[in-house]
């Protein structure tokens, strides 16, 4: 199981609906070098009711492709009805996906109040068959889940219950349903659901708010101030200065609200999501960071992938590049110029004309 071979720390992208399409995918691999890639969900009763009716033509599969270099990638799946998942699952494997992640944790209202998404946080019943369905049908692919905190409130049995079924992987959003995307992601919550989680041998992922990620191997000269706990004042722990020995590593992320949080030890991972829009080299260990130059040849890259990729009916009337438009402009913020070159990029109608703008703004 490839979740057995990836190495510490594993760090992924994290799925984000609209955003996290397969050019995204291919860009968080190529340049982050992301451990691991998720698809945007798909709806299990979609998905099942597609392919039976033999329909080529529909969004879902686009929302499906994916490239070899995105290995391994996880296709997440979201809905309530068991026998959907069963029949999905075995969709995904067909498909010659490397996993099957269940989405737990998707706080659209509707979505939710019909037991879907986080709506399987508030009934352990229907989320042990969904799992178990999801297992029966993949033939053997790991099934692992994506989850909150809590639904009305952050939920230590919820994390119990998740501790018990055998999942090679669970990844976490601290933040519970109610709060959708207000608020913080607590990160002291998610340490304490880590713990309980991967006490039976299952992988934990942190998720939520991370705008950094501090990752250094080998001898480790430097130590305690780049990096506390969200207490602020125990630093992290010494690791002995040996190169050949996994000690010498930190681990730690940095959060949008600046709190720098220790992770060594206490969970295997993380997912990043909003904040590697425009900047999959957050998603690196080796603290790269590009140059303006590079950064705009990446977007420009990723402009052509997306007219690859997306549109195979590029000419033809439905085609359509706004999608991309949103990427275009998280790329470009934040230096001499951007406000200029982002009025010009939101109008592109073509890689070709994002090419030019760019190279223009080079010379
Ligand atoms: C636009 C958008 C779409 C999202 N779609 C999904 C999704 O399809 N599946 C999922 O599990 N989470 C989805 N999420 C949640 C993210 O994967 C992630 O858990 C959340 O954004 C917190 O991480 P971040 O602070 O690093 O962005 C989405 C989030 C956003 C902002």
């Given at each position: 199981m490839f979740w057995d071979k990836l190495t510490f720390p594993i760090i992924g992208l994290s799925p984000m609906d609209g955003v996290t399409d397969a050019p995204a995918r291919f860009v968080a691999k190529k340049?982050?070098?992301?451990d691991i890639i998720y698809t945007e969900f798909v709806s299990a009763e979609g998905l099942w009711r597609i392919h039976k009716r033999g329909?080529?033509?529909?969004?879902i599969w686009k929302d499906l492709k994916y490239g070899e270099?995105?290995?391994p990638v996880i296709a997440q799946i979201f809905g309530s009805d068991p026998e959907a998942f069963y029949e999905s699952a075995k969709i995904i494997y067909q498909l010659g996906f490397d996993g099957i992640d269940i989405n737990m944790?998707?706080?659209s209202p509707g979505l939710e109040k019909r037991g879907g998404g986080a709506g399987l946080i508030r009934d352990k019943c229907n989320a042990k068959e969904v799992i178990e369905a999801t297992r029966k049908g993949s033939g053997g692919l790991p099934v692992s889940v994506k989850t909150r905190i809590g639904s009305a409130e952050p939920d230590e049995s919820w994390w119990r219950f998740l501790a018990e079924q055998n999942l090679p992987v669970v990844a976490m959003h601290g933040r519970t349903f109610k709060q959708l995307y207000k608020g913080e992601a607590d990160w002291d919550l998610l340490l304490k659901a880590g713990e309980i989680i991967r006490e039976g041998g299952t992988k934990f992922l942190g998720n939520g708010d991370i705008s950094q990620i501090y990752c250094q191997f080998g001898p480790v000269q430097f130590f305690g101030s780049a990096a506390s706990t969200s207490q602020g004042?125990?630093?992290?722990?010494a690791p002995k200065l040996?190169?050949?020995?996994?000690?010498s590593l930190i681990f730690a992320v940095g959060l949008k609200s600046g709190k720098k949080i220790d992770l060594f030890g206490k969970m295997d991972g993380v997912l990043i999501g909003?904040?590697?829009?425009?900047?999959?080299?957050?998603?690196?260990?080796?603290?790269y960071v590009p140059t303006l130059k590079e950064k705009l040849q990446v977007m420009v890259e990723h402009a052509y992938k997306y007219q690859e990729l997306m549109g195979?009916?590029?000419?033809?009337?439905?085609?359509?590049?706004?999608?991309?438009r949103k990427h275009l402009v998280s790329y470009?913020?934040?230096?001499?110029g951007s406000a200029g070159l982002r009025k010009q990029l939101?109008?592109?109608?073509s890689a070709e004309e994002v090419d030019d703008i760019v190279s223009a703004f080079i010379l």
């Open positions: 340049y982050g070098q992301a329909d080529a033509e529909e969004k270099i995105e290995r944790g998707c706080p004042s125990e630093g992290i722990p040996d190169s050949s020995s996994t000690d909003r904040e590697a829009l425009g900047n999959p080299w957050i998603l690196r260990k080796d603290g195979n009916d590029y000419g033809k009337e439905d085609y359509q590049f706004f999608p991309m470009v913020k934040g230096f001499e939101v109008t592109a109608t």
